[in-house]
């Protein structure tokens, strides 16, 4: 018996993920438990991608979504096809659809990260399962799943928790999906960003048709005392018009060691990273800072992922 058949879970299908619509908690527990259980026995599983050769496509820069992704397939038995936009025939011209069904042609599976948002979506006729590694300003799923996944593996449930995320919500693709996300479990979600960065109406929209309670904060000190986790994100400098108004917001939120004596005792600090200033860096050894960890946690739920999508 292959060791997957081991981990074979009733009822719980993938074959893409383009976006976190579509999603739900039977999927995302399959893929915790999953994830826990390839860490827990790594020598077990090291051969759920035999034979599998899969394309990872990075149009924009990334060190721990790209690295996780070769990461996870490799300690799974796959192999790896790695290629940046910057040295591909998209710079002679080449649609993006045309390179994608260039790496189709030689791989079983494709992951892609590119700066327009809904890309991913538009694409046709490609036939291999296909995983967003962020889309510009649009979403990121794999973030997200590794994100609900810290905060289970960090406070022992979802449920219950009010989440706070700050920053630049506007342009913070983890945001999103992880909004949208969260909505699925019996959470609040409280967002504080600069009013010119607030998060988008459609992420808004979707979340409180899922009923969830969320409202919105310019100040972080509103909420400190009262939020259980707290999802810190960089402003993001490339993706504004101007050095002007980056300038603007930049360094709006940075927390430090002293501000934590006003948070909950057990609050947990999270990043998706990469950091600019906005969490202190004396504050990487405290044990509530779980960005490091959750940093790690990722390249675990990407290996569950692509088992899950592989070998159901
Ligand atoms: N969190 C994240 O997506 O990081 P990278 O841009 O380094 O992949």
Redesign the pocket.
Known sequence: MRFHEEIKDRHCHLRNLVSVDGLNRAILKCIFERADRIRNNKDKYNNLLEGRLIGSIFCE??????CSFSAAIQRLGGKVIEISGEDSSTKKGESFSDFVKTIECYTDAIIIRNSTAGSLKELKGINVPIINA?DGVGE?PT?ALLDIYTIRRERGTVNGLTICLVGDLKHGR?VHSLAKLLALYNVRLRYVSPKNLRIPQEIWKYVEQLGVEQTEHTDLDEVLDKVDIIYMTRMQRERFNTAVEYEGVKGSYVIEPKMLNKAKENVVIMH???RLDEISPELDNDPRAAYFRQMKNGMYVRMALLDLIFNQ
């Open positions: 820069p990334s060190t721990r979504t790209r962020g990121h973030q983890t998706p990273l990469p």
